[in-house]
């Protein structure tokens, strides 16, 4: 089967509510329906997500939260369950954002437990993966890599979605190459079979200062399913065009699997 592409976009903490419907009317408007190839997510912070659910709720774009806590009720202050982002319709969770492990010092372990807890509530998580600048200039890129991965999946998750997100490429400008990304790419799917996984079927996306002039180049890599969107995807205009960069590359039932 081919691997449908992935265009997420991941709206940090921006937008206000109001912003939320121009956003959904411009992209709606841009992408083709009844049956785009490429599949299309959002990741609103909490409060927008009831917007969100009026934005979307025709049309082919799904949306998720940026994290959640791994039990469903209890004394834990600010923090949201799976089971009330699952209520407001979240279908993805995103776990281990760079951002969260750095702001909130989420260990692996920790995440992996949010991996378990989105698929318990029925929301697809997305395990984002990836190393420092220090790290990998020591030569410690794929040793942290594989650390995060067996982590993040230490509760077996039956179904998934990777990203793998260079923290130094994250909303600095500075993109990894198509080279770097790929063998980062090809080194986690080595890593899935490993772990017992069939990494051909599994979808692994690309986060890190992604772009629409960047965009062609690194979907062009056979290992890249797509990608997870920062600063660029605030700008509809902008998502639309890596949303058709992910569809320029995306397979037909005819092509042979990637
Ligand atoms: C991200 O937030 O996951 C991200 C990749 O951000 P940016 O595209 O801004 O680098």
């Known amino acids: 089967m081919p691997r449908r592409p992935i265009a997420a976009a991941n709206w940090k903490m921006h937008l206000l509510r109001a912003e939320v419907a121009a956003w959904g009317r411009a992209v709606l408007g841009g992408i083709p329906v009844p049956d785009p190839r490429v599949e299309v997510v959002v990741f609103p912070s909490f409060t927008l997500l009831p917007a969100a659910a009026d934005a979307f709720a025709e049309g082919p774009v799904a949306f998720g939260a940026q994290d959640l806590h791994p039990e469903e009720k209890g004394a ?35 995440v992996g437990k949010k991996v378990a807890a989105a698929l318990r509530h029925g929301m697809q998580p997305l395990l984002c993966v990836g190393e420092t600048r220090e790290e990998r200039r020591a030569g410690e890129t ?16 039956a179904t998934f979605c990777l990203a793998y997100e260079p923290v130094w490429a994250i909303g600095t400008g500075e993109t990894a190459t198509p080279e770097i990304a790929g063998e980062a790419h090809a080194f986690l799917r080595t890593e899935l079979e490993r772990l017992g996984y069939p990494s051909g079927a599994l979808r692994i996306l690309y986060g890190g200062s992604v772009t629409p002039e960047n965009a062609a180049s690194l979907i062009a890599q056979p290992e890249i399913d797509g990608f997870l969107v920062g600063g660029a995807s605030l700008d ?23």
């Open 76 to 110: 834990h202050t600010g923090d949201v369950s799976p089971l009330q982002l699952a209520e407001l319709g979240c279908c993805w969770a995103l776990c281990g954002h760079s951002e969260r492990r750095r702001d909130h010092g989420e260990s692996d372990e920790l």
């Open 142 to 157: 794929f040793a942290v890599l594989a650390r995060q991965l067996a982590a993040g999946l230490a509760s077996r998750p």
């Open 236 to 258: 509809p205009g902008k998502f639309l065009a890596i949303i058709a960069a992910c569809g320029f590359a995306a397979p037909t039932d005819e092509d042979p699997p990637k």
